[in-house]
């Protein structure tokens, strides 16, 4: 049997992003904090601010 896939919230994303984008930690740190991969941070931080620049 698959696994599911896993789903975040749009609060847990801002907040993975925004602990990013303020340098404290590297991606890969706040991955491995996280459970997740870094990529996926990337693509976080873009659209949280391209979401944010637009409207």
């Known amino acids: 049997m698959a696994t599911?896939?896993?789903?975040?919230?749009?609060?847990?994303?801002?907040?993975?992003?925004?602990?990013?984008?303020?340098?404290?930690?590297?991606?890969?740190?706040?991955?491995?904090?996280?459970?997740v991969h870094p990529n996926q941070i990337g693509q976080w931080i873009q659209h949280t601010f391209r979401t944010q620049v637009t409207n």
């Not at 789903?7 to 925004?18: D, E, I, N, P």
């Open 4 to 35: 599911k896939r896993r789903s975040f919230t749009a609060q847990f994303k801002f907040k993975v992003a925004l602990e990013a984008v303020k340098g404290v930690k590297t991606l890969s740190e706040l991955a491995s904090e996280h459970g």
